[in-house]
C-alpha cells in the first residue's frame, strides 16, 4: 500500500513540475510575440540590402539569377507570393541563359514551395517537368524531397482510397531513394526516419532520431522549428498532451525569432489551449497565427486555420458576452445591497446624530477648557521667559557696576601714581626720563591688555559657554579659539561686543583701538565661515538667552 502512495505522489509532483515548465514557456512565449516586429525588421533589413544590390549598374544576368536566388532564401518561410515572383524571375533568366541546370534547379524549387502551400497539381505538374539527370548532387537531393513530400501530402488529403494508397506508394519510394543516398547523421535523413518511425509506432526509435536532429539544430532556425514540431507530433502519438505543449511552444518561439510566417505550430497550440478552456490564450494565439498566414498568403495555411479561427472566436465572444452577463448581473446585485446600505446607513445615521448632539456639547466644553488650558500654559511660558529675562539682566547689571566700580578705583589710583611719578621727576629735574616715559607705548599697551584681560574675565564669567555656541554657529572646520593664555582674541572679543549690544563697527574699533576697517574685515571674515550667513550676527546677539 505505502508504495503505491509514493508512486502516485511522485507522479503528482511530476505533473507539477511539468505544468509549471509549461507555464513559464507560455510567458516566454507571450513575451517573444511582442518581439514580432523586432525579428520581422531583421529580416526586411536583410530583403532590402539583397534588393539594393539588384540596382547595380551593368549587373550581369548571373548576378541577378544568384541575388534572386537569396532572396527565394529569405522569402520561402516569410512571403509565398514574393518568394514566387523571384523563383519565376529565376527560371526566366535561366531558360534565356539556355542553363539547363539552372531551369531544372529553379523548376524543383518552385515546385516544393507550391507543395508546401497546398498547390499539389501544380507542384506535382511542376516537379515532373524537372529533368534530373540534369540536377547536381544537393538540387538532386532537392528535388527527391520535394517529390516525398508533394506525394505525402496527397496521400494525407485525398479522399479516395485508391488513390491515397497510389500517393503513398509514391512516397514511400521517394522516401526509400533518399534513405539510400543520404548521409545517416543528416538532417533530413534523420527527419525521414523519426517520421516513418513515428508512423509505425516505434517511439524510442522516433525520440531518438529527433534528439539527434534537435542537438544538431539551434533555435530560431527552420531546423529547430521542424524538429520542436516533429517531437510533438511525437508525443501526441503518446497522447501526451503536456509534453506535446511544451514542443509546440518552443517551435512557435523559433518561428518568431526566425521571422517564419509559414508555421504551423502556433495554430495547433491555440487548439489545445482551447480545448483546455484557456479561451483568453488560445484567441490571442490563433489571431497571431492567422495575422502570420494571411501576410504569408499560403491557402494551406488560411484553409487549415480558417477551420479552427470561427470556432475560437466564436467561444471567446460568447465568453465575453457570459462575463458581460455576469457582470451585469453583479451591477444589480451590489445595486440592491447599496440600496439596503443607503437605508442601513440612514437609520444609523438618525441615531448617531442624537449621540453626536451630546458628545458635541461635551466636546464644545472640551474645547472651551483646552484653549484655556492653552492660554494658562502661553502665560506661564511667557513669565517663565520673563523671568530668565530678568535675572539675566540684574546679573549682567550686578556684574558690569561692581566691574565698573573696581576698574574706576583702579584708574584712579593709577592716575593718581602716574602724577606722583610725574610731580617727582619735575622736582628732580629728570625732564628728559619724564619725556621718555611719557614717549613710550608701552605703559599704554601694558593698560590695554589690562583692559581686555578684564573684560574678557567679566564676559566670560556672564556668558561661559560663548566660545563653544558661537563656533557651534560656524561651518566645519571654521571653528575660532583663543590661542593659549588667552580668554579670548580679538575675533571673539568683537562678537562678545556684539552680543553685549554694541553693533555699530566705529564704537567697537572705538573700544577695541582698531580701524574701523579692520572692524569691519574681521565681521565679513566670520560671517563667511558661519553655517548661516544672513542671520549670523543676529544669531550672535542670542547667545546665552532664554529666548
Same mark, same amino acid.
Given at each position: 500500500m505505502r508504495f503505491w502512495v509514493v508512486v502516485f505522489a511522485f507522479f503528482i509532483s511530476g505533473l507539477a513540475v511539468s505544468q509549471t515548465q509549461t507555464d513559464s514557456l507560455l510567458l516566454v512565449l507571450e513575451t517573444t510575440m511582442k518581439s514580432r516586429k523586432t525579428y520581422d525588421d531583421a529580416r526586411q533589413k536583410r530583403i532590402a540590402s539583397l534588393k539594393q544590390l539588384l540596382s547595380t549598374p551593368r549587373i550581369s544576368s548571373e548576378q541577378v539569377y544568384e541575388i534572386n536566388d537569396k532572396l527565394i532564401t529569405e522569402f520561402v518561410p516569410y512571403q509565398f507570393d514574393s518568394a514566387v515572383k523571384y523563383l519565376n524571375e529565376n527560371l526566366e533568366i535561366a531558360t534565356k541563359l539556355q542553363n539547363e541546370f539552372k531551369v531544372n534547379e529553379t523548376k524543383t524549387r518552385l515546385g516544393g514551395l507550391l507543395s508546401s502551400s497546398g498547390n499539389y497539381v501544380e507542384a506535382v505538374e511542376m516537379l515532373r517537368s524537372v529533368n534530373a539527370k540534369k540536377l547536381e548532387r544537393a538540387s538532386l537531393l532537392e528535388y527527391y524531397n520535394f517529390m516525398m513530400e508533394v506525394y505525402a501530402r496527397l496521400g494525407f488529403y485525398s479522399p479516395v482510397e485508391q488513390n491515397k494508397s497510389r500517393y503513398n506508394q509514391l512516397f514511400n519510394g521517394y522516401a526509400d531513394t533518399l534513405l539510400s543516398i543520404l548521409p545517416k547523421t543528416s538532417e533530413r535523413y534523420l527527419f525521414i526516419n523519426e517520421r516513418r518511425a513515428r508512423e509505425n509506432g516505434d517511439i524510442e526509435t522516433s525520440l531518438k532520431s529527433n534528439d539527434l536532429r534537435l542537438n544538431?539544430?539551434?533555435?530560431?532556425?527552420?531546423? =529547430?522549428?521542424? !524538429?520542436? /514540431?516533429?517531437?510533438?507530433? %511525437?508525443y501526441q502519438k503518446q497522447n501526451d498532451l503536456?509534453?506535446?505543449?511544451? =514542443?509546440? %511552444?518552443?517551435? !512557435? %518561439?523559433?518561428? %518568431?525569432?526566425?521571422? &517564419?510566417?509559414?508555421?504551423? !505550430?502556433?495554430a495547433d497550440l491555440a487548439m489545445i489551449l482551447f480545448e483546455e478552456d484557456d479561451i483568453e490564450r488560445a484567441h490571442r494565439f490563433i489571431d497571431f497565427s492567422f495575422a502570420d498566414a494571411d501576410f504569408y498568403n499560403s491557402r494551406l495555411r488560411l484553409i487549415a486555420i480558417s477551420n479552427i479561427l470561427p470556432i475560437i472566436n466564436k467561444t471567446y465572444e460568447q465568453k465575453n458576452e457570459q462575463q458581460r452577463l455576469e457582470l451585469r448581473n453583479y451591477l444589480w446585485l451590489i445595486s440592491a445591497l447599496g440600496l439596503i446600505l443607503l437605508v442601513a446607513i440612514v437609520m444609523i445615521y438618525r441615531e448617531i446624530r442624537k449621540v453626536s448632539k451630546a458628545r458635541n456639547e461635551l466636546q464644545h466644553a472640551n474645547e472651551k477648557l483646552r484653549v484655556l488650558n492653552e492660554n494658562l500654559q502661553r502665560a506661564n511660558t511667557q513669565m517663565s521667559q520673563l523671568h530668565g529675562e530678568l535675572r539675566e539682566s540684574n546679573q549682567v547689571k550686578e556684574h558690569y557696576i561692581g566691574n565698573f566700580l573696581n576698574i574706576c578705583s583702579d584708574y584712579i589710583d593709577k592716575l593718581d601714581n602716574y602724577r606722583k611719578t610725574v610731580k617727582k621727576m619735575l622736582l628732580a629735574k629728570q625732564t628728559s626720563e619724564l619725556f621718555q616715559k611719557t614717549n613710550s607705548d608701552d605703559f599704554i599697551q601694558s593698560e590695554l591688555e589690562a583692559f581686555y584681560h578684564s573684560f574678557d574675565s567679566a564676559f566670560l564669567h556672564i556668558y561661559p559657554d560663548f566660545v563653544a555656541e558661537l563656533n557651534a554657529l560656524l561651518s566645519s572646520g571654521e571653528q575660532v579659539f583663543p590661542k593659549k593664555g588667552e580668554l579670548l582674541n580679538?575675533?571673539?572679543?568683537? /562678537?562678545a561686543l556684539i552680543r553685549l549690544g554694541i553693533s555699530d563697527s566705529a564704537t567697537i574699533a572705538r573700544l577695541l583701538r582698531y580701524s574701523v576697517n579692520t572692524? =569691519?574685515? =574681521?565681521? &565679513?571674515?566670520?560671517?563667511?565661515?558661519? &553655517?548661516?550667513?544672513?542671520d549670523f550676527e543676529q544669531r550672535v546677539s542670542k547667545i546665552g538667552s532664554f529666548s
Open positions: 544538431m539544430a539551434r533555435i530560431g532556425t527552420r531546423d =529547430y522549428s521542424r !524538429a520542436t /514540431f516533429g517531437r510533438s507530433l %511525437i503536456e509534453n506535446r505543449k511544451r =514542443y509546440l %511552444i518552443l517551435s !512557435a %518561439i523559433s518561428d %518568431i525569432r526566425g521571422s &517564419v510566417k509559414d508555421n504551423a !505550430a502556433m580679538t575675533e571673539l572679543r568683537i /562678537f572692524i =569691519y574685515n =574681521y565681521r &565679513v571674515k566670520m560671517k563667511n565661515k558661519a &553655517v548661516s550667513r544672513e
